[in-house]
């Protein structure tokens, strides 16, 4: 089996009396696709974050390819090589699509590789015609692909992907749901999404989360046709 | 970068020539000194604050620091070489570690004003405190209110007795600021500065991509800060005396004032900003219809309301459209540039 | 015993005249997240104007807590309707325009009055206890802070006007949905806090020699004050005023007023490193 690259271990994150995250074990593997589901106050943000650093986890461990990075801010996160894009679109909209790419490549990479990085990271995500346009006036979900981009920039072997796919047209989510699905050629992948659609097109195995524990673990079309998860989940959401 | 040595470093250094040729026929080299100290003040702040979102309200902090320690380490050595080093270290050092304080607690816009006008405030009361005789640094007194007079000016590197000053100190500060004035614009087109201005832009994304913002924003206000100093080293040598004046409130609003009405994201802006309403100031003085004081605050309140990009960005837009040139308008609005690092997610 | 009582009043002394210096500022940053730097130069208005009000035959009293707060409320309404209501929730700029507008005052004032120092003696007389001659009005002072705080508590918990207020304050589009004009609501804060500012200098003004900077003096004190308050308005400025009065006289005590004037910046530094949301965006949460 391949290479463990992210792990927690008993994670839980409390806000005063609220348990958010309640001692979750979560496993991913080099290469594996994951989507995290759940209703909304599930845990699987309040997980996200403390995975990511954005937050730091009242109590149990998190393990990055043998690392343990519990506690560690966003930054020391990002620099072993893992590639985060937050729910809220976080770019750097005074410059353009090329300079906002190179500049996720430039972390990693000398100076001029980190252009000829960055000029393919456009190509790749068909982002040449707007690529000298500057992020504040592209259209939300040009702005989603170049986040993904910036992410893609950094080679990273672990993709942590806080709803991706939130407010975009049919498109777009196709278009998202390829590149998702070459970045897991080289890295293994997590993805919180509230869309099932997209879930089911990039179909992956899932991990449900509700009232801040982990409920089950598997492939979509199962998870879809389970009667506990159809009950917390698409039960309350009808 | 290649078009950078081949073109605008040289084309930087021709207006340069002439201007330093062409001023002096117009306004006193005396004068022209010292809005040319101020103009390397106002870039200090402008790099830092147009570029890295760095609202610093304590500017003055630095330039006073920087002029104190010139006339100390002036009275205490002799020479002026190792002060005029000084005088950019200690300043430089000085916002190193207030810089650390600040970014590594994570304080952002009000917050970093209320710490930088406190400190510059401490020093300021510190600093008018010390007429008694036991204020004394080495073989400088540092007297109070009064300042300290009488320190040896800018000389010849090893030679004390012969002094840089009248025209040839003139040229000397233009060729300075014409220095550090290309220094940063290297830095800007560097990486660093690129990543500088991304932080400006958007600090948590900067972070998340795995960048230490802290370190490098403490970086970039100490570079700064080194400016400021490096000013505040020139004006002790063209002022011939220092006083807790340099620290006050009223000289850091005036060099925020500077970088408004110059425009900030613009190199040039704050230095045409500085210069240009220090000359203001300089003919104002000479009448008495009307305070000073009353109108910089005009001034102010006007270019809040109604040009919050400054003058040099919009003559730029205005050229722009005038002549029809194809280019992106300028891209960074002032008004985001100001605000920077007020963004949550 | 008698050293005792003394450096008791003037600790609390320090403590009120933080609360007044800093409360028309908290007011106007706690609800309109509005830093005023002309704040300074509101209460050095507050000062003249009661100074001239006196020297045309009005009653002290009268001219310090009426006329002082009423004419600067105006000169703030004034600039609220001009200046600061093209600029709302742009934080960074109305700072600039309100230090602007500092800068303005202070000129104007120049102007008028000139640049000496003018003053007013103290309405109430000191008296001695054993050997200490204490400042009666000192106490005069810390009436007016408590008087203060308790008002500004009533009006904000048992008025409809501060339950409207509070509401802009938490949500101010909620508060406009309902059908409350914000930009009334802000107007009326702002006058507010500037009748607050007048009044403060008004009260401070037989204290200290009036010149048109004195507003400078005070305008970091109260800036920092309400900062490291943090987001409880009345908690905050009690819980930072104290904390900071207290620090600044031990200092004053036991070095010299200047090492207490430091001590003070000092601590709000620390502080404010320590506590980046203020007194209260840590402790005392959720109060007023």
């Known amino acids: 089996m391949a290479e463990i690259v992210l792990e927690t271990a ?17 496993k991913l593997r080099a290469g594996e696709l994951r989507c995290l589901i759940g209703p909304n106050g599930a845990g699987k943000s309040t997980f996200f974050k403390c995975v990511t650093g954005l937050l730091t986890p009242t109590g149990g461990q998190v393990f990055m390819r043998g690392h343990e990075t519990t506690g560690w801010n966003p930054r020391q996160v990002a620099a072993l090589g893992v590639g985060i894009k937050t729910q809220v679109p976080n770019l750097m909209d005074g410059l353009d699509v090329h300079e906002n790419i190179w500049m996720a490549a430039r972390r990693f990479l000398p100076m001029q590789d980190a252009m000829r990085k960055a000029s393919e990271v456009i190509e790749r995500l068909a982002l040449g015609p707007i690529a000298r346009t500057e992020l504040g006036r592209l259209a939300h979900g040009e702005r989603q692909r170049v986040e993904l981009g910036l992410v893609v920039a950094g080679d990273p072997w672990l993709v942590l992907l806080d709803e991706p796919a939130a407010g975009m047209s049919a498109d777009d989510v196709e278009r998202m749901s390829d590149i998702i699905r070459e970045m897991t050629r080289t890295a293994a992948v997590v993805i919180v999404e509230h869309d099932m659609q997209f879930i089911r097109s990039i179909a992956s195995t899932v991990t449900v989360f509700h ?26 959401k009808a | 970068m290649a078009s950078f040595w081949a073109k605008e470093v040289p084309a930087t250094i021709i207006v340069a020539a002439l201007l330093i040729w062409i001023m002096p026929m117009m306004i006193g080299t005396y004068t022209l000194t010292v809005l040319l100290i101020y103009g390397m003040l106002g870039f200090s702040l402008g790099l830092i604050w147009g570029f890295g979102g760095i609202l610093c309200f304590g500017q003055a902090a630095f330039f006073g620091l920087g002029a104190y320690t010139y006339a100390i380490a002036a009275i205490n050595i002799g ?60 073989k400088a007194r540092l007297g109070g209110f009064n300042g300290i007079p009488g320190f040896q000016t800018l000389n010849v590197p090893g030679r004390p007795n012969d002094y840089i000053y009248g025209d040839p100190y003139f040229y000397f500060c233009a060729v300075l600021l014409l220095i550090v004035y290309l220094l940063v614009s290297w830095l800007l087109k560097s990486s660093f500065g690129r990543v500088a201005v991304g932080i400006r832009e ?48 009223g000289q850091s609003a ?92 | 015993m008698d050293l005792v009582f003394v450096i008791i009043v003037e600790m609390l002394y320090a403590v009120a005249s933080l609360v007044l210096i800093s409360a028309g500022l908290a007011i106007v940053f706690g609800m309109m997240k509005i830093i005023n730097l002309a704040h300074g130069e509101f209460m050095m208005m507050g000062g003249y104007v009661t100074i001239t009000a006196v020297t045309l035959g009005a009653n002290v009293f009268v001219a310090m807590l009426i006329i002082a707060p009423v004419v600067v409320g105006l000169i703030g309404l004034v600039v609220e309707r001009l200046v600061i209501r093209h600029l709302y929730g742009r934080l960074v700029d109305t700072m600039l325009a309100t230090w602007g507008l500092s800068l303005f005052f ?81 107007m009326a804060t702002f006058f507010c806090g500037s009748a607050l500012s007048g009044l403060a200098g ?59 004037e430091v001590a003070l910046l000092v601590a709000a530094v620390v502080l404010l490193r320590l506590l980046p949301q203020g007194v209260t965006g840590k402790f005392f949460r959720g109060r007023l």
């Open chain 3, 106 to 186: 202070i000129g104007l004032a120049t102007m008028i009055f000139g640049n000496t120092t003018t003053g007013i003696s103290t309405p109430i007389s000191g008296f001695t206890v054993g050997n200490y001659q204490v400042n009666g009005y000192n106490f005069f002072i810390i009436l007016i802070a408590i008087v203060l705080l308790g008002l500004m508590y009533a009006v904000l918990k048992g008025t409809r006007l501060g339950l409207i207020a509070r509401g802009a304050m938490q949500l101010p589009d909620m508060a406009a949905a309902l059908g409350y004009s914000p930009e009334r609501i802000y």
């Open chain 2, 254 to 345: 005036e060099i925020i004032i500077w970088c408004i009405v110059g425009g900030l994201g613009t190199r040039i802006g704050p230095i045409v900003g500085a210069a240009g309403l220090a000359y203001l100031k300089f003919l104002l003085g000479q009448q008495s219809m009307i305070d000073n004081t009353l109108l910089t605050g005009i001034i102010l309140v006007l270019f809040v309301l109604f040009l919050p990009k400054g003058l040099v960005p919009a003559i730029a837009s205005l050229w722009r459209i005038s002549f029809g040139q194809r280019r992106q308008l300028p891209r960074h609005g002032a008004r985001r540039i100001r605000s920077g690092g007020a963004r949550h997610g």
């Open chain 1, 211 to 236: 009232q801040g524990a982990v409920l089950m673990e598997d492939h979509v079309d199962r998870v879809m046709a389970d009667p506990t998860v159809r009950n917390v989940y698409l039960g309350k």
């Open chain 3, 202 to 260: 008004a009260i401070l003004a037989p204290l200290v020699g009036l010149v048109p900077t004195s507003g400078g003096a005070y305008i970091a004190k109260a800036f920092i004050t309400v900062i490291a308050g943090g987001p409880s308005l009345i908690t905050g400025l009690m819980a930072s005023s104290g904390l900071f009065g207290f620090i600044s006289q031990i200092f004053t005590f036991a070095v010299s007023p200047v090492m207490g």
């Open chain 1, 10 to 26: 008993g994670l839980t994150m409390r806000f005063g009396g609220v348990v958010a995250t309640d001692n979750v074990d979560f």
């Open chain 2, 202 to 249: 958007n600090e948590v994304r900067v972070a998340l991509m795995g960048y230490d913002v802290s370190a490098r924003k403490t970086v970039l206000f100490a570079i700064g800060a080194a400016i400021a100093g490096l000013a505040g080293g020139l004006f002790a040598n063209w002022g011939e005396i220092v006083t807790p004046n340099l620290f006050s409130l």
């Open chain 2, 79 to 138: 020479d002026s070489t190792i002060p005029m080093l000084l005088a950019v270290l200690v300043p430089a050092a000085f916002a190193a570690l207030l810089g650390a304080m600040m970014f590594y607690g994570r304080l952002t816009d009000v917050y970093l004003g209320v710490i930088t006008l406190v400190v510059t405030l401490i020093l300021f009361k510190f600093i008018s405190s010390t007429a008694g005789p036991e204020y004394v640094i080495g």
